[in-house]
T-cell receptor, first 112, second 114 residues
């Protein structure tokens, strides 16, 4: 168990809908990262937050947004969902001074 | 831009034999290199990392990796494979001073057979 908690584990929704994925980082970790894993794109970095502030953006669509709250948990919001958004979404966290990130078990999103 | 290549989609090895999973990288700057493993329906588990120092780094579950700067490689190795090592392995790179973004390879499926 990495200590990173993601909810829900599975999500099935229809095209055009909006969903929110939640991540609780390891205790003491200030950084939260979101990644998308799909068969055609592999593991892609989406966005990084550090202590509530956005630090870096990757291949994140405009329909997607994220935030990190004062208690350091983070949410990834996906809107106007398309079939191609079906993927495994991972959250990871890291602590200052440590270079590696620890991943949650992911949320599997299926858009039908 | 940074990139990672894992040239083999799948590696098959017999239990008890040594295994190698290959990884090469391309960065402008000093790399931080990582190996992660993913079991079915699970998240990525951190195995080991190279930051600086000894080119041979040891990690979890008996795995080790060798950093080779001239060949820009970071191959994952284990002297004696177990069936339970069968999983998807990812190599990743982060550039010092380039933020904390990890760039992953496409993954290598390791299959260890009896």
């Amino acid at each position: 168990d990495s200590g990173v908690t993601q909810t829900p584990k599975h999500l099935i929704t229809a095209t055009g809908q909006r969903v929110t994925l939640r991540c609780s980082p390891r205790s003491g970790d200030l950084s939260v990262y979101w990644y998308q894993q799909s068969l055609d794109q592999g593991l892609q970095f989406l966005i990084h937050y550090y202590n509530g502030e956005e630090r870096a953006k990757g291949n994140i669509l405009e329909r997607f947004s994220a935030q990190q709250f004062p208690d350091l948990h983070s949410e990834l919001n996906l809107s106007s969902l398309e079939l191609g958004d079906s993927a495994l979404y991972f959250c990871a966290s890291s602590t200052p001074g440590l270079t590696e990130a620890f991943f949650g078990q992911g949320t599997r999103l299926t858009v039908v | 831009a940074q990139s990672v290549a894992q040239p083999e989609d799948q590696v098959n090895v017999a239990e008890g034999n040594p295994l190698t999973v290959k990884c090469t990288y391309s960065v402008s700057g000093n790399p931080y290199l990582f190996w992660y493993v993913q079991y079915p329906n699970r998240g990525l588990q951190f195995l080991l990392k190279y930051i600086t120092g000894d080119n041979l780094v040891k990690g979890s579950y008996g795995f080790e990796a060798e950093f080779n700067k001239s060949q820009t490689s970071f191959h994952l190795k284990k002297p004696s494979a177990l069936v339970s090592d069968s999983a998807l392995y990812f190599c990743a790179v982060r550039v010092t001073g380039g933020g904390n973004k990890l760039t992953f390879g496409t993954g290598t499926q390791l299959k260890v057979e009896l």
